[in-house]
C-alpha cells in the first residue's frame, strides 16, 4: 500500500502489539468480572446469614416475651385464685391440692401431658409440650431447608466461577499460542528482509568491482595499443 492514498498499513509487529493489548484488556475483563462476582456472591451470603440471625433472634426475644407473660399470668393467677383450686381446664394444680404451685404449668417431661403455657383470653386453650415440640420441629426442620437450600446455590455458584476461570484459562492459553506464531512469523520476516539487503547490497559492490575492471582494461587497451583502435571497449586477447 502507498504512502499516497492516506493510509498506513499495519506491520506485523504492530499487529502483534494490538492483540497483545487485546489479550490483556479481555483478560482484565475477566478477572474484574471474576471479582465483582465474588463480592455480589459474599454480600448476598452475608445478606442471608444476617436474616437468618435476625429471624433467630426475633423469634428468640419472641418466646421469652411469651414466656414472660406467661410466667406473669400465672402469678397473677395465683394470687388471685384459693389455695388448692385447679387451674382452668380442671387439672390438679402442680404440687397438690393446697400447694403454692396452684396454677403453674407443670414441669415439661412428666408422664402426663401438662401445658407450658395459656392462650390469651378468646384464643384456643393450653399448649402442650407435644404440640410445643412439634411447632419447634416444624421450626428447625424450616430453618434445615433454608440452610440446605444456600448450600446448593452456593455449590452452583462455586461450579459455574470454575467454568469462567477454566475458559479465561483456555483462552489465555490461546493467545499465548498466537502470539508464538505471530513472533515467528515477524521474526521470518526480518531475516528474509535481512537476507534481500544483503543480496543487493552484495550484488552493488560486485557490479562496482566488475564495471572497475572494464574501465582499467579499456584504459590500458587505448594507452597500450592493446585493443581495438576504433574507441569501442577493448579487451586482451
Known amino acids: 500500500m502507498s504512502a499516497n492514498d492516506g493510509n498506513t498499513e499495519e506491520t506485523p509487529r504492530e499487529r502483534l502489539n494490538r492483540m497483545l493489548r487485546e489479550a490483556e484488556e479481555l483478560r482484565a475483563t475477566v478477572e474484574r468480572d471474576e471479582r465483582e462476582r465474588a463480592a455480589r456472591e459474599k454480600a448476598e451470603r452475608e445478606q442471608r446469614e444476617r436474616e437468618a440471625r435476625e429471624k433467630a433472634e426475633q423469634e428468640r426475644l419472641a418466646k421469652e416475651k411469651a414466656e414472660n407473660e406467661r410466667k406473669e399470668r400465672e402469678a397473677a393467677e395465683s394470687q388471685k385464685r384459693p389455695a388448692g383450686e385447679a387451674p382452668r381446664d380442671g387439672r390438679q394444680a402442680f404440687?397438690?391440692?393446697?400447694?403454692?404451685g396452684g396454677g403453674r404449668a407443670a414441669v415439661p417431661g412428666?408422664?402426663?401431658?401438662?401445658?407450658?403455657?395459656?392462650?390469651?383470653?378468646?384464643?384456643?386453650g393450653w399448649l402442650t409440650g407435644e404440640e410445643l415440640m412439634q411447632t419447634l420441629l416444624v421450626e428447625v426442620q424450616g430453618l434445615r431447608r433454608s440452610y440446605d437450600r444456600t448450600s446448593e446455590e452456593l455449590k452452583s455458584a462455586r461450579k459455574e466461577l470454575r467454568t469462567l476461570r477454566e475458559s479465561a484459562e483456555v483462552l489465555l492459553k490461546e493467545v499465548e499460542w498466537r502470539k508464538a506464531q505471530v513472533e515467528?512469523?515477524?521474526?521470518?520476516?526480518?531475516?528474509?528482509?535481512?537476507v534481500e539487503n544483503d543480496e543487493e547490497y552484495e550484488g552493488v559492490e560486485w557490479g562496482g568491482e566488475r564495471g572497475g575492471g572494464q574501465r582499467g582494461q579499456r584504459r590500458r587497451g587505448r594507452g597500450g595499443g592493446l585493443g581495438k583502435s576504433d574507441g569501442a571497449p577493448g579487451y586482451i586477447e
Open 184 to 194: 515467528a512469523y515477524v521474526e521470518y520476516l526480518e531475516e528474509e528482509a535481512a
Open 95 to 100: 404440687g397438690g391440692p393446697g400447694g403454692e
Open 110 to 124: 412428666s408422664s402426663r401431658e401438662r401445658a407450658v403455657w395459656q392462650a390469651e383470653p378468646g384464643e384456643p
